[in-house]
């Protein structure tokens, strides 16, 4: 059953309040990013430009048709391949770096997780800005797709996908209604990369959320940008590190007798404390060292950097100014 997101969407609309936050923001902006060199290490290529909205760039990946659960990638590298050509079952394959031209900007998705990922889109800006919603990476796969400026919208990991060669069946965690090319939000709990680009006074406000759950680790680096707080290359800010989530049994999500997610306290119970509605909407009431049980410090432990519950701003809304470029890595810190 599909549910409805409880979180207040506090990123998209950007009131008086948040204004004030912003401007508090701006100022603080002092540090330039550009990892361009770095972020070919980290799995991106290098090179020649793409198509606005589809073009897509990717790292060697494993060749052929992967399994849903698939971890052991062979390289293959071969031509650059355009965003609607990627099938559901066959993934991107090597190719140069995607340049966004003016009025663009890149996301560069980095699978460190030891599985197959399904990459989905929603957006809130009018439609179609993307023309290609959903995208295929194999573990120790990269891939760059361009999105417009202004853009406003969420990307997410899907796991345990079996499509077919139409791009419909379904997906375990984060599935928008069987489909390839999600044409709405996906289910959840999925933990979601979210992006207001070039809003309140030509800045971007971003964010990685777990308010509805989590199924997956993730962490956003800028690579092209302004700013002066930043979680780093490794998934770290000095809260803590990308850890898993020590799901509590009651939040646990199954399928097919394994754990594949955690779901928020409002997503499971649907109360109004827990869901920071009625008497519990108000900020100052809206504040899970109240609830019966603290679930939020359960996802704000493993990413510090994270929305865990529906007031969570202060810690986990960042600011990029200027053309900001982005990389959205699924995966944990990595050890030593």
């Known amino acids: 059953m599909v549910r409805r997101r409880r979180r207040r969407n506090r990123i998209p609309l950007i009131g008086t309040a948040g204004a004030a936050v912003a401007a508090v923001v701006l100022l603080m902006i002092t540090q330039p990013w550009n990892d361009g060199a770095s972020a070919a290490s980290a799995g991106a290529g290098t090179g020649a430009a793409a198509s606005p ?102 990307f997410w990991g899907r796991t345990g996908c079996a499509f077919n060669a139409s791009g419909s069946s379904h997906c375990q965690t984060g599935d928008c209604a069987g489909r390839f090319q999600c044409a709405q939000y996906g289910t959840i709990p999925a933990t979601l990369a979210e992006f207001n680009l070039n809003s309140w006074n030509n800045l971007d406000f971003y964010d990685v959320s777990m308010v509805d759950g989590s199924n997956l680790p993730m962490f956003i680096n800028i690579t092209h940008g302004t700013a002066a707080h930043l979680v780093s290359r490794k998934g770290c800010v000095p809260a803590g590190c990308t850890t ?78 200027g053309r900001c470029d982005y990389r959205i890595t699924f995966g944990l810190t990595p050890s030593g």
């Open 53 to 154: 909205s589809s073009g897509v760039s990717s790292s060697p990946a494993t060749a052929g048709q992967p399994s849903p659960s698939s971890t052991s990638p062979t390289a293959s590298p071969s031509a650059s391949r355009s965003a609607p050509t990627h099938s559901p079952t066959t993934p991107a394959t090597s190719a140069k770096a995607v340049v966004a031209p003016a009025g663009f900007r890149t996301v560069t998705f980095v699978n460190h997780v030891q599985q197959t990922v399904w990459v989905g889109a929603g957006e809130q800006t009018p439609q179609p800005a993307l023309s290609t919603t959903g995208w295929v990476l194999a573990a120790g796969q990269s891939l760059t797709i361009t999105v417009p400026d202004k853009w406003n919208g969420r």
């Open 244 to 321: 898993p989530v020590n799901c509590p049994s009651v939040l646990r999500v199954r399928a097919a007798g394994t754990v594949v997610g955690c779901e928020s306290a409002c997503a499971r119970f649907g109360t109004d404390q827990y869901c920071c509605r009625a008497a519990w909407a108000p900020r100052p009431a809206c504040d899970p060292s109240r609830w019966p049980v603290d679930y939020a410090a359960v996802f704000k432990k493993a990413e510090p950097y994270a929305y865990s519950y529906a007031d969570d701003d202060a810690t986990s809304t960042y600011v990029c100014k």
